[in-house]
Every structure is written in structure tokens, then in C-alpha cells.
């Protein structure tokens, strides 16, 4: 096994585990330094057979078609990644009486923590030699009042995102490239 080599301009075929297509700013930062052909990381679905029972793919023989894909594309690298995403509530001192309507304004009454851990996986299509990345988890916390509560979370989960594919593709091209990583 070699260790994998990132070059500018390399194509990469990029893949958000589960989801029909990548996250735009992922493809967006790779995109400053790569190549990037956005890939569907939802599997093929599982398929019945003649008796009734459901026929489960090999891991190998879907690694080997992917890895055909990526040539048959001209992709030199697969890469695929996920994210974890990790909460927590506080409830603060005001719960007790954010229901009490108070003119035109609410009572903040809770603070969401949340942590966002980005998993990478590298594949050169050529050899097939592989390596995983974990950058460091991305968190953050936003105090939140209950009719936008929602809101809130959406803009704290969309901000998490950004700042882990910036810092997943910073730590990606420091181990794996051969260009220089700007702060």
C-alpha cells in the first residue's frame, strides 16, 4: 500500500454518504483546489429475489463498481464522507416562565449545543490503496426561544456544516496534497 497523493486539478469523484448529492459548500471548498464530480451516496436499492427474500449486495462488488465508475469518469480519487452530528439542551432558568406572553417579546428559554464530527474517506481509483480522515469536531451553542426554536437549529446545524467542510478540506489538503494550505 502507497500513501495517497493529492495533486492540483486531480478529479475527484465526491461522495456525502446517504445523501442523493453533496453538500454544496463541501463541493464548493474542494472545488477552490479540485476537480470535484458529485456522486450519489444513496445505495442501490436492495432488490427481491425469485423466493421472496431480499438479495444484500456485497461490500466488495459495490467497491469494484464504484471504483469502475470513478475510472469509466476519469476521477484519479474517491471520496466519500459523513458527518455526526452530536446535541445537547440546557434549559435555562427562564423556562419556567417562557410561556408567559410578556408584550411583543419572548423569553429566550433554552441552550442547544451542538457538535458536528466529519468522517473522510480517500480511495485512489487506480491501486485502490485508502485512508481515513477525522478532522477535529466542529461545535458551537445558540441560545433559543420556542416559536423560532426550529429556525434557530437549522441555522446553527447550516453554520456547523460550512465551518467543518472548511476546516475537512484545510485538513484534507494538509495531510493528502501537495499544496500549500492558506489559514
Same mark, same amino acid.
Given at each position: 500500500? +502507497?500513501?495517497?497523493?493529492?495533486?492540483?486539478? #486531480?478529479?475527484?469523484?465526491?461522495?456525502?454518504?446517504?445523501?442523493?448529492?453533496?453538500?454544496?459548500?463541501?463541493?464548493?471548498?474542494?472545488? +477552490?483546489?479540485?476537480?470535484?464530480?458529485?456522486?450519489?451516496?444513496?445505495?442501490?436499492?436492495?432488490?427481491?429475489?425469485?423466493?421472496?427474500? /431480499?438479495? #444484500?449486495?456485497?461490500?466488495?462488488?459495490?467497491?469494484?463498481?464504484?471504483? /469502475?465508475?470513478?475510472?469509466?469518469?476519469?476521477? !484519479?480519487?474517491?471520496?466519500?464522507?459523513?458527518?455526526?452530528?452530536?446535541?445537547?439542551?440546557?434549559?435555562?432558568?427562564?423556562?419556567?416562565?417562557?410561556?408567559?406572553?410578556?408584550? #411583543?417579546?419572548?423569553?429566550?428559554?433554552?441552550?442547544?449545543?451542538?457538535?458536528?464530527?466529519?468522517?473522510?474517506?480517500?480511495? !485512489?481509483?487506480?491501486?485502490?490503496?485508502?485512508?481515513?480522515?477525522?478532522?477535529?469536531?466542529?461545535?458551537?451553542?445558540?441560545?433559543? %426561544?420556542?416559536?423560532? %426554536?426550529?429556525?434557530?437549529?437549522?441555522?446553527?446545524?447550516?453554520?456547523?456544516?460550512?465551518?467543518?467542510?472548511?476546516?475537512?478540506?484545510?485538513? /484534507?489538503?494538509?495531510?493528502?496534497?501537495?499544496?500549500?494550505?492558506? #489559514?
Amino acid at each position: 500500500a +502507497k500513501r495517497i497523493r493529492l495533486r492540483p486539478g #486531480n478529479s475527484i469523484l465526491l461522495i456525502q454518504s446517504g445523501a442523493m448529492f453533496p453538500d454544496g459548500p463541501m463541493v464548493g471548498e474542494l472545488s +477552490k483546489h479540485f476537480r470535484i464530480v458529485p456522486f450519489s451516496g444513496v445505495p442501490p436499492a436492495t432488490r427481491l429475489s425469485r423466493i421472496g427474500q /431480499l438479495e #444484500n449486495r456485497e461490500a466488495g462488488s459495490l467497491s469494484r463498481s464504484l471504483r /469502475l465508475a470513478a475510472a469509466q469518469g476519469g476521477n !484519479d480519487i474517491i471520496l466519500c464522507y459523513w458527518g455526526i452530528l452530536e446535541s445537547e439542551n440546557a434549559k435555562l432558568v427562564t423556562k419556567t416562565v417562557s410561556w408567559v406572553p410578556v408584550v #411583543n417579546w419572548i423569553v429566550p428559554d433554552e441552550k442547544e449545543h451542538m457538535r458536528l464530527r466529519l468522517k473522510l474517506a480517500l480511495v !485512489d481509483v487506480r491501486t485502490g490503496d485508502w485512508a481515513m480522515l477525522s478532522p477535529d469536531p466542529v461545535d458551537d451553542s445558540k441560545i433559543s %426561544r420556542s416559536p423560532r %426554536r426550529n429556525v434557530a437549529d437549522q441555522k446553527l446545524v447550516e453554520s456547523l456544516k460550512q465551518r467543518a467542510y472548511s476546516a475537512g478540506a484545510k485538513e /484534507l489538503l494538509r495531510q493528502y496534497a501537495e499544496i500549500a494550505v492558506l #489559514n
